[in-house]
């Protein structure tokens, strides 16, 4: 376990002091009883302002009611999330501190750092699940091709001179795994955001485009681009008429997800605590309704399941980070 700090802070001690005046309560522990009673940390990995940060705030907000304590947002740029994350791990395992990003792009930072900072599978510890978002084949409002099947059927006979745009670590991921799966070879043109490609896409100076969750709902939304297929295993509930790409054939799954992690050594009813914060955001009404603006499905899970899906991711990840090729830093 690479977290060391074993040295209490003033508030932990505050905690453990008052766990023993109140260990003979009958129910949960005194210790589970008592947190929070103080201001949490949700740690965001990208800049305020960006859709990860609304994200991140939302539940920010929504936690602070149901636990009845402040819950501050703290943005942490920069190294693709491994600074937050990092953070994270070596923050005091006293519940304060929660990492709130994307399970699946955490997973993939660790195999594209020749040494990664931390191993998110023993240094982090999942508290809750958020939601599945994966990303979405689109084309321009515009373009002449209708179907997913329409447009395999043009790069096959196009070859390398079609052309689709990325513009995230995923989005290449999922280009480079549609591509090989049909054996064809369009040219990748990277940019640096969605908005970014979005002109292109629309103009059709590229064939289609690998596109996030949230441009994808946002631009269809708008007429500016039509969605041909997800690149999930199945088709989501927030888009039940969006194929996924297995229904033509091809074998690809790959999900997205957000959850939420504290320091590995956190004990267990802090755990447990926090899920069940987070479970009481999940279930209302209007979160789901916010989750599905963001193009993902809300995903209820325990902090067993979440430890055993970033297991899981970060396995997957490695394949994949091969498969499109991404340079290691």
């Known amino acids: 376990m690479t977290n060391p700090k074993f040295n209490l ?3 932990r001690g505050l905690q453990l002091a008052g766990a023993t005046l109140l260990g003979s ?4 522990p005194a210790f589970a009883q008592e947190f929070p009673s103080d201001t ?10 960006s859709g990860a940060d609304v994200l991140v705030r939302y539940f920010a907000q929504g936690v602070s009611e149901v636990a009845g304590v402040t819950v501050i947002v703290e943005n942490k740029a920069g190294a693709a999330g491994n600074i937050a994350a990092e953070y994270t791990a070596r923050a005091d395992p006293d519940g304060y501190t929660v990492y709130v990003h994307a399970g699946s792009s955490t997973a993939m930072n660790y195999h594209l750092w020749t040494n990664p900072p931390i191993d998110p599978r023993t240094d ?17 409002a515009d373009s002449p091709h209708q179907t997913i099947d329409d447009l395999i059927a043009y790069l096959r006979e196009a070859g390398e001179d079609a052309s689709y745009a990325t513009s995230a670590t995923s989005g290449r991921v999922l280009g480079a795994a549609f591509t090989n799966a049909l054996g064809v070879s369009p040219v990748e043109v990277q940019y640096r955001t969605g908005p970014d490609a979005l002109p292109d896409i629309m103009s059709l100076a590229v064939d289609f485009a690998v596109s996030d969750p949230v441009s994808t709902m946002i631009n269809a939304r708008e007429g500016r681009t039509r969605t041909l297929a997800t690149g999930a295993g199945s088709r989501m509930q927030v888009a039940p008429d969006i194929p996924s790409l297995t229904e033509s054939g091809l074998d690809i799954a790959q999900v997205g ?13 802090i755990v447990n605590r926090l899920n069940a914060l987070f479970a009481e955001v999940l279930e209302r009404q209007e979160t789901q309704e916010f989750l599905a603006s963001m193009g993902g499905d809300t995903w209820i899970a325990t902090p067993a399941e979440v430890d055993a899906m970033m297991v899981q991711t970060v396995d997957e990840a490695e394949a994949l980070v091969e498969l499109a090729d991404l340079p290691r830093n």
């Open 9 to 11: 802070t003033r508030r």
């Open 25 to 28: 309560t009958v129910g949960l």
């Open 40 to 49: 949490i940390s949700f740690i965001c990995a990208f800049p305020a302002g």
């Open 124 to 140: 982090l510890r999942g508290v809750a699940a958020i939601n599945q978002q994966p990303f979405y084949i689109v084309v321009g």
């Open 257 to 269: 997800w957000w959850g939420a992690w504290v320091p590995a050594e956190t004990p267990d009813d």
